[in-house]
């Protein structure tokens, strides 16, 4: 029986969901993977960081999350103010970051995870910061340290998609990739394709929480570059700045052109795409509205919040992947996927 210790930073929907997860298939990993998971340390930005060495019950942390009581209520705990101070101070295996993204300079994670990499832990994230904006820089402090930096559900949330790319298709040459990495503007897309009005549908998918009271981030295609961005840098191995990808929302499309598309036997679809430039090492990157055919490409007929990618490579012509994009036990599944990883 192998013993990993776990650090949680941030502890609201997706770390509060991880922590649950943990608790309910602890006796499922120990029978399956001889793998006996404690969660050693907890941080979110009310209440800093706290500590037990010997592990802290997750019922009670999910029982003070429910009622709205401080992280500090735990009794014979260290605390410190900040995340930061309480990761250098303390010893454990695996750092699980689940704090905001922040795509304008990835912190905190960003320095929640430089920290865990020196200390030579491993770390894990669902958030897109860090692997748009800086996942060379990570990659190259995680191998100088013997340890692994994984971010399966930073795209496609527990979709595995990167252990796809990276492991299971490890020796494929990856000549281009095509994928609806945002649910709220699959789910609008799709919604608009039955006939019904942008502004309703919109009103409808926030309602159902779908989409963020602001919807900006998804329906301009902004979170689908951030994911854009960690595939580059992921499977192709090159890293893009924000304004190498192209981008272009679902906002400005009318009924009249779905309607069209339809009648010609297609579907809008907002593509993310990845593809070397011919004859040069660029990338060609893009966010944007596609139509395309029913019957020949299989992102066509992905409806609702799905999402998924098609990768093309010289091994395996087309690999299609089709499986939930967000929510919070897909999302805290991929923490746990990556974090069994770093344990093998
Ligand atoms: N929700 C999804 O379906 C989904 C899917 C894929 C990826 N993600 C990503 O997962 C991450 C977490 O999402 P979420 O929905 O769980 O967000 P959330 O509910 O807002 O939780 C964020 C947590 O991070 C804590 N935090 C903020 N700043 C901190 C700091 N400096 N130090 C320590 N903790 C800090 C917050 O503390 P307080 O509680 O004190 O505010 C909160 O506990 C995000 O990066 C998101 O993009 C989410």
Same mark, same amino acid.
């Given at each position: ?106 912190? #905190? ?5 430089? *920290? ?13 910061? #860090? ?43 990856? *000549? ?138 010289? *091994? ?7 499986? #939930? ?20």
């Amino acid at each position: 029986m192998q013993h990993i210790r776990l650090t949680l930073i941030g502890f609201g929907v997706v770390g509060q969901s991880f922590a649950e997860l943990l608790a309910n298939k602890h006796a499922y990993l120990k029978q399956r993977y001889s793998t006996w998971l404690t969660l050693v340390g907890v941080a979110n930005a009310r209440h800093g960081f706290i500590y037990r060495t010997d592990g802290l019950d997750l019922s009670l942390l999910l029982k003070f999350a429910r009622e709205g009581r401080p992280l500090t209520e735990y009794h014979d705990v260290r605390h410190w103010n900040n995340a930061v101070d309480g990761l250098k101070d303390t010893v454990a295996d695996i750092l699980i970051e689940a704090s905001p993204t922040n795509l304008r300079d990835a912190e #905190p994670a960003l320095s929640h995870i430089r *920290t865990a990499l020196s200390k030579r832990m491993h770390a894990v994230t669902a958030n897109k910061g #860090p692997g748009a904006l800086a996942a060379s820089e990570l990659f190259t402090l995680a191998r100088e340290h013997g340890v692994q930096f994984r971010m399966e559900s930073s795209v496609m949330a527990g979709t595995p998609v990167i252990s796809t790319i990276r492991e299971g298709m490890a020796g494929a040459k990856i *000549t281009s990739l095509r994928a609806i990495l945002n649910g709220t503007s699959n789910y609008i897309l799709s919604a608009m394709a039955s006939g019904r009005d942008y502004a309703e549908v919109l009103a409808d998918a926030q309602a159902q929480g779908y989409a963020e009271t602001d919807p900006t981030a998804d329906v301009e295609g902004y979170d689908a570059v951030a994911k854009t961005m960690i595939l580059a840098a992921l499977v192709f191995n090159h890293p893009l700045r924000v304004e190498q990808v192209e981008r272009q929302g679902i906002t400005a499309i009318t009924p009249e052109q779905v309607q069209a598309a339809i009648d010609a036997g297609m579907r809008i679809k907002l593509i993310a795409s990845l593809r070397p430039a011919p004859g040069s090492d660029e990338l060609i990157a893009s966010v944007k509205p596609i139509a395309l055919p029913l019957l020949t490409d299989p992102l066509a007929r992905v409806d609702g919040a799905m999402n998924a990618i098609s990768i093309q490579s010289d *091994t395996l012509p087309e690999v299609t992947i089709i499986g #939930p994009g967000a929510g919070r036990m897909e999302t805290a599944q991929g923490l746990l996927a990556d974090v069994l990883a770093c344990t093998r």
